[in-house]
Each structure stands twice: as structure tokens, then as C-alpha cells.
């Protein structure tokens, strides 16, 4: 066992970034199966409160919070409530994201500036407000949720490629900084799955050039998120995971 778990207690507590639907909702789901207690942080709070509630139902230790993740002041909020609950933070999965698909002579500067701010920008903030709380925790972990198009290309994909590929960048020096304080940083790297940002996908997606020949399920990058928060990932910081059913094997 790594140093700085001998001998230490503490609650499980996951936050999910974009966790009222589609990925971040299996994450949810997946990590308070396993006993953490979750936040489901969302700007959709219709949806977010109905998936929690239906969670709720069912026994798990779930809650939802309102998060704008560009917002300094929504993530301020967040820790200090989780540190008024549970005085530290196990695992933060930044999964909110958006996506559009614009070739680039055609891209608005705001469209631009908008993606990045919430994919890329989110996550930064996220990370710099959960430091304390992860340290705390003793077995801190953060999951960046980027993309195969973060360490590939695709037409029309450039500024979501580019918030996915900055992703990884983040990662790897974050894992660096971080490594001191016993905070693992890794990120994962999903190929199609199906979700409700599918939609915007052009017909066929990536299912064509997947060997698999199919969609991941959610809860197929959801097991690999549990086991990378895991201490059976203990010794894993710094790097990607590509969950994408063998496209990125071409």
C-alpha cells in the first residue's frame, strides 16, 4: 500500500461535472454503486434533480448541486459545501463538455470561445478549487474526460479537438504538480458512446472506422473512471486511457 494510504480513513466522495445525463449520469450511478457519495453537478437542473431523485429511490448516496463550471464562484460554492459535509474530496471527474461541428472557416469566435471555456477552461478551474479537499482525502484522484479526437484529428471537429487535446496536455502537467501531494491526475479517452451529444454527430459517427463495430455504453468508460479512482490504480498518474472499442489501433 502506497505511503500515503497506510493508516488512513476517510468517506469516498466523488463530484461529477455534467452528471445530469448521458456519460456523467452512468458515472454517477457507477461510483455511488461502489459507495461513494456523490455529487451530480450540472447546469441542467430539471434533468439533474430527476436523475437524482430516481437514484435517491433506489438507496444511493446521491446529490445534486448547480454548477456552471466557468464559474469561479459556482466552484467556490461546491467545495465549501462538500467540505462543510465531508471535510475532503476523493475524486473529482471532470466530465461536462459540449460539442459542435463547424468547419473552421465557418467557426464564430464566440462558438470558439464558448466550447473552450467549458471543456477545457472547466476543468482547470475545477482542479485549482479541489486541491484542498483532494489532499484531504488522502488518495485524491482527478479524471479528465477528453476524447479520441484529442489525440486525433477529424473534419469539422477543430475546436472540440483542440479542448480535448488541451485536455491532455493539462493532465500530464497536473499529474506532475500534483504528485507531491498524493493527488493522481489521469484521463480518459472515450471513442463513439451513446449519449445525447450524439445528435450533433454527423450520421454514422465513428461507428464505421471502430473495430468493434459499435458505441460504447456508458457505462463502459464509467468502470474504467471507478477503477482509475480506485486504489487498485494506485500507481497510475500522468496518462491517457483510450476507451474507444480499437479505433486509435488504425
Not at 506532475?176 to 454527430?201: D, F, K, Q, T
Amino acid at each position: 500500500m502506497p505511503p500515503h494510504q497506510e493508516n488512513r480513513s476517510y468517506p469516498p466522495v466523488a463530484l461529477v461535472t455534467g452528471g445530469a445525463r448521458g456519460q456523467g449520469a452512468a458515472h454517477v450511478r457507477t461510483l455511488a454503486e461502489s459507495g461513494y457519495s456523490v455529487y451530480a453537478c450540472d447546469v441542467l437542473d430539471s434533468a439533474g434533480r430527476d436523475c437524482v431523485r430516481g437514484m435517491q429511490s433506489e438507496g444511493l448516496d446521491v446529490a445534486y448541486q448547480h454548477l456552471d463550471v466557468t464559474s469561479e464562484e459556482d466552484w467556490g460554492q461546491c467545495m465549501e459545501l462538500i467540505n462543510q459535509a465531508h471535510g475532503c474530496l476523493s475524486t473529482l471527474i471532470n466530465n461536462a463538455g459540449v460539442m459542435h461541428v463547424t468547419p473552421v472557416h465557418e467557426e464564430s469566435l464566440d462558438a470558439w470561445n464558448q466550447l473552450i471555456s467549458i471543456n477545457l477552461t472547466g476543468a482547470m478551474l475545477g482542479a485549482r478549487a479541489a486541491i484542498p479537499l483532494l489532499e484531504a482525502s488522502s488518495r485524491g484522484s482527478i479524471i479528465n474526460i477528453s476524447s479520441i479526437f484529442g489525440a486525433g484529428g477529424a473534419l469539422g471537429y477543430s475546436a472540440y479537438a483542440a479542448s480535448k487535446a488541451g485536455l491532455l496536455g493539462f493532465t500530464k502537467c497536473v499529474a506532475l504538480e500534483l504528485a507531491p501531494r498524493g493527488i493522481r491526475v489521469n484521463a480518459v479517452c472515450p471513442g463513439g458512446v451513446s449519449s445525447p451529444m450524439n445528435a450533433l454527430e454527423p450520421s454514422g459517427g465513428v461507428v464505421s472506422e471502430t473495430p468493434l463495430g459499435r458505441r460504447a455504453e456508458p457505462t463502459e468508460i464509467s468502470h474504467v473512471i471507478e477503477f482509475l479512482a480506485s486504489a487498485k490504480a494506485s500507481f497510475m498518474t500522468g496518462t491517457e486511457v483510450f476507451v474507444d472499442g480499437g479505433y486509435m489501433a488504425h
